[in-house]
């Protein structure tokens, strides 16, 4: 009777591991951002008598804001993915930023970088941001690659050299007069277009394609992946290329927005992706991570920024909370990496 019993109760249960295991991962992200919705939403009419879901204006914003970290988050998440890291794309950010704008000058600027290359088609100074933050990853994933030396490292050195770069190339001096066929990519909704297309195609990327197999396959054993016939090299190279190549975007997108560029755009970017991309699931130990999930990550800090703000909670406990949130994600990943190796 009582072996009966657990069949009976073996068969009950297993409904309801086939739901637990058809659920998608994301489920539970999805869930923790309408909490925070909805806890932002009953401190809004209590503590200031308003809403901030039935907002609006405030959501756009809030939508805007957090797309251009959006972007550097597809990146950051590949690498992650591959059992890496990239700290240089907030730099970067700032040196491609600094590039576009200075081809995309209009003639009627009385100061512009290059009089004789003014009022150039908007494809050439996205282009030239887009394939300048390129070259900087395809550089990161040469020294990752070739050299061995650790990503932490190598982005980090790069994150500096790009910074100063940004400063040099025009001496610390702004970059305005932009014409408008190139900030139009800033204007309306089109950062959030920009945002989602390159989501939806990394996305399929990798989970349809070999190029995704192959970046899966690496972070979660480098040394299998390479005995199975993957050049490893080569593909890493790929992905920092890749995630370089987003950065680059993120630059353009940052200076079409703001229509100018700074030398200090893009500080401390990096992090707020690398806080997407861990807040959505992707592991820190590699092999581990979805798109969908990292934009679900990227849409839950801007709704704290955005939270914050509403509620009047000054910028330094805005830090405070989100550094906290970060290591919070990583602990939680650490204990899935470790329930996982008991399974």
Do not use: C
Request: charged content about 10%; cysteine-free.
């Amino acid at each position: 009777m009582t072996t009966d019993a657990a069949a009976k109760g073996s068969l009950k249960a297993t409904p309801a591991r086939r739901r637990n295991r058809r659920m998608p991962p994301e489920a539970n992200i999805f869930l923790v951002l309408i909490g925070i919705a909805l806890i932002y939403e009953l401190l809004g009419w209590l503590l200031i008598g308003q809403s901030f879901l039935f907002n609006q204006q405030r959501l756009t914003i809030m939508i805007l804001q957090v797309s251009v970290i959006g972007i550097i988050s597809v990146g950051v998440t590949q690498v992650i993915i591959t059992g890496g890291i990239d700290l240089s794309s907030g730099s970067v950010v700032g040196l491609t930023a600094m590039l576009s704008a200075s081809f995309a000058q209009a003639s009627t600027w009385p100061r512009a970088l290059y009089p004789s290359l003014t009022d150039m088609p908007f494809f050439v100074p996205i282009g030239v941001g887009v394939l300048a933050g390129m070259l900087a990853g395809y550089i990161n994933g040469q020294l990752i690659a070739k050299t061995k030396i650790p990503p932490f490292i190598a982005t980090l050195g790069m994150m500096v050299t790009a910074r100063g770069l940004s400063k040099w190339y025009t001496k610390g001096q702004p970059v305005s007069g932009l014409s408008d066929s190139f900030t139009f990519i800033g204007t309306g909704i089109w950062p959030v277009i920009v945002f989602l297309a390159v989501a939806l195609i990394f996305h399929v990327a990798l989970r349809y394609t070999r190029y995704g197999k192959f970046t899966y396959a690496i972070g979660a054993n480098t040394q299998a992946a390479r005995v199975s016939g993957i050049n490893v090299e080569a593909h890493l190279i790929k992905v920092y290329a890749i995630a370089g190549m987003l950065a680059g975007l993120a630059g353009v997108v940052t200076a079409a927005r703001a229509q100018t560029a700074q030398a200090g755009m893009g500080v401390m970017y990096e992090l707020d992706a690398i806080a997407a991309a861990v807040i959505g699931g992707t592991s820190l130990s590699g092999g581990a991570g979805r798109i969908t999930g990292t934009v679900i990550g990227t849409v839950i800090l801007g709704v704290m920024t955005s939270g914050f703000t509403f509620l009047r909670v000054d910028a330094y406990y805005q830090e405070i909370v989100k550094g906290m949130i970060i290591v919070a994600a990583v602990v939680a990943d650490v204990y899935r990496q470790k329930k996982r190796a008991k399974v």
